[in-house]
C-alpha cells in the first residue's frame, strides 16, 4: 500500500518494451533500419501520451522522470528578476529546484495551504507581480492525495501574464488529465509527469510544454526531443510509458477508478471506525481516489511503518523520498499540524492492482499495530485510553 512510491510495471507494459532491449536495440538518431524501428517505437509512444494528455505529440518531451521535468519546467522558463511562485506543499523535485534558483537570483514566493492542504486561489491573486513569470502548484499531493483547484489557479496565473506549470505525477493515471480548449487543464503550459507511479519503469517521464512557450534547455547536446532535452532516447523507458498510457486512458474510462475509491473508503472508514484518536488529514477537501493519510495520536509513524513491515504491509510516513529523515512532513506541517501529529501519520497509497483481500488483512493488522505500540506508549497508557483490537 505504497503505491504513491512507486507501482510495478504491468506485463504488458514489460512485453511492449522487451524488443526494445534485446532486438531492436537501434539508436533512434540512427539512419538505418535498427534506427528507424527505434525512431517510430517512439514516435508511437509519444502518440500515446499525447492521447493521455489531450495534446499534440509535437508538445511532449521525454526526460528521465518527474524530478527532471520539474527542474526543467522551472529551470527552462525562469531567469535572473523573474519571479516564481509556487506553494509549501510542493514535492522537493519543485521545493529544491526553487531553492536554487532563489540561490540564481529568483525571487520565489511559497504560498501557504489552508488545514486541508488546498492553495487559495486568492493567495495566488494576491501574490502576482509585475515580474511573475511562472506559477507551478501540483495537481495532485503526493503524501494526501489533496487536489488542487487547478483551473482556477491557472486562469489567475494567465490573467496576471504569467505561464503555468502543475507537477501532475500523482494525479496520472488517477484523475483525467486533458490540457485541450475543452479541459480541465486547458490553461496549463506545463505539465510533469513520472512513469514509474503509472505501471511503467522507473527513468522515464515526460514534461508537457506546450507549443507557445519558449523552454530553454538544460541539458546540451545533441537536438533530440526538439532541442529541448538532449541524449540519447531511452527507447525502452518511452515505449514503456507510451504503453502505460494506453493502459491508464483505458483503465481511467472504466469502472476502475469507482472501485479504488470504494477500496480506500472502506479502509480508511473501518480504520477510523476501529481505532481511536485517529484521523484524516486533508478530509472534506477533494482527493484522489487511491490514497489517504491518517494521524494515529499517541503512535509513531516510524514504529508502525517498521510493525506493518514486518507483517509484509509496506505503508509510508510521510514522503519515501524522506524516510530515514527525523524532520516531520513538510506537507503535513504546511497545513498546520503539529510536529508530533505530522509524525503519528501514516500514507496508505493503493494502486489498480489492490485487492479487496488485501484490504482485509491490512484492517486486521493496522489496528493490531496500533493498539499494541499505543500499550507501550506512557502518553497513553496515563490516558487509559482504549482500542478496540
Ligand atoms: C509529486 C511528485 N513529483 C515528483 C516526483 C519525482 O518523480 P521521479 O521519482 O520520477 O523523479 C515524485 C515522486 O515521488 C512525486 O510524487
Redesign the pocket.
Known sequence: MDA???TPLLPEVFEAMRPFYLEHYGNASSIHQQGQQARSAVDRARESVAGLLHCRPAEIVFT???????NLALFGVLSPGDHLITSTI??H??LHAAQSLEARGVEVTFLPVTPQGIVEPTALLAALKPNTRLVSI?Y???ETGVIQPIDALAGIAHAGGALFHT?A??AAGKLALDVSHHGFLKEVDLL?L????VHAP??I?VLYVRRSVQLSPMFHGGSHERQRRAGTENVPGIVGLGKAAELASGWLQSDGPTRLAALRNRLEQSLLAQIEETGVNGAGVPRVVNTTNIYFDHVEAEALLIALDLKGLSVSGG???QSGASEPSHVLTAMGLSAARARASIRFSLSKLTTEAEIDEALLLIPEAVAHLRKLSPVHSKKGIAVSA
Request: proline share 0%; with cysteine.
Open positions: 504513491n512510491a512507486t528521465s522522470g518527474g524530478t527532471e521535468s520539474d510542493e514535492h523535485a519543485v501540483m495532485a499531493n503526493n507537477d505525477v500523482q510533469t513520472s512513469g514509474h507511479k522507473k527513468g517521464g514522503s519515501a523520498c
